[in-house]
T-cell receptor, first 112, second 114 residues
Framework: GENVEQHPSTLSVQEGDSAVIKCTYS??????FPWYKQELGKGPQLIID?????GEKKDQRIAVTLNKTAKHFSLHITETQPEDSAVYFC???????????FGAGTILRVKS | DGGITQSPKYLFRKEGQNVTLSCEQN?????MYWYRQDPGQGLRLIYY???????QKGDIAEGYSVSREKKESFPLTVTSAQKNPTAFYLC?????????????FGEGSWLTVV
């Protein structure tokens, strides 16, 4: 089955700096890679996703890059703001089970 | 508004008691899921259902049971066999159960054993 590893587990940045979170996956058949943001006591919210027919996708201050050869994808947040502080999860599909496998999460703290 | 509604938000369970968490969606999604999240941990899949009247065990199904009698509803029962049930429970849904479909989450339910 799919195995998703996420790094780092915690990340502290100064307001205005960039933050990068990386994930690797094991199933070369995976073709869909979402990122979720979870605020304290709430359910995860999808913030961006990428499919394997593109290498990069941007949405304002958020971008995701995908390297299918190396089987890794990354979340990039530029000009970080205090409201970006949350837990971020990456995920990849496991096709034999028709389900998403999630990384362990990254706690992002943006210091003002 | 379309979305996923979980209830109750907070629930307390006594030792040896079964409790049921409700999950309803009005997104017309075929697939529904239950995840468990422990403090500071990731998401672990308990059960999932790709279609009405069918469901499969996830990675940590022991001590839990589900039913899927209606497309919009996927209740989770935490039985007395679950020895460490205190956690944050998340219900989710997707258009289909096939890989590559976006999963949407509810706001979660906190279960505490007293």
């Amino acid at each position: 089955g799919e195995n998703v590893e996420q790094h780092p587990s915690t990340l502290s940045v100064q307001e205005g700096d960039s933050a990068v979170i990386k994930c690797t996956y094991s199933d070369s058949a995976s073709n869909y890679f979402p990122w979720y943001k979870q605020e304290l006591g709430k359910g995860p919210q999808l913030i961006i996703d990428i499919r394997s027919n593109v290498g990069e996708k941007k949405d304002q201050r958020i971008a995701v890059t995908l390297n299918k050869t190396a089987k890794h994808f990354s979340l990039h947040i530029t000009e970080t703001q205090p409201e970006d502080s949350a837990v971020y999860f990456c995920a990849a599909p496991q096709f034999d089970g028709n389900k998403l496998v999630f990384g362990a999460g990254t706690i992002l703290r943006v210091k003002s | 508004d379309g979305g996923i509604t979980q209830s109750p938000k907070y629930l307390f369970r006594k030792e040896g008691q079964n409790v049921t968490l409700s999950c309803e969606q009005n997104l017309n999604h075929d697939a529904m899921y239950w995840y468990r999240q422990d403090p500071g941990q990731g998401l672990r899949l308990i059960y999932y259902s790709q279609i009405v009247n069918d469901f499969q065990k996830g990675d940590i199904a022991e001590g839990y049971s589900v039913s899927r009698e209606k497309k919009e509803s996927f209740p989770l029962t935490v039985t007395s066999a679950q020895k460490n049930p205190t956690a944050f429970y998340l219900c989710a849904s997707s258009m289909t159960g096939l890989g590559g479909n976006t999963i949407y989450f509810g706001e979660g339910s906190w279960l505490t054993v007293v």
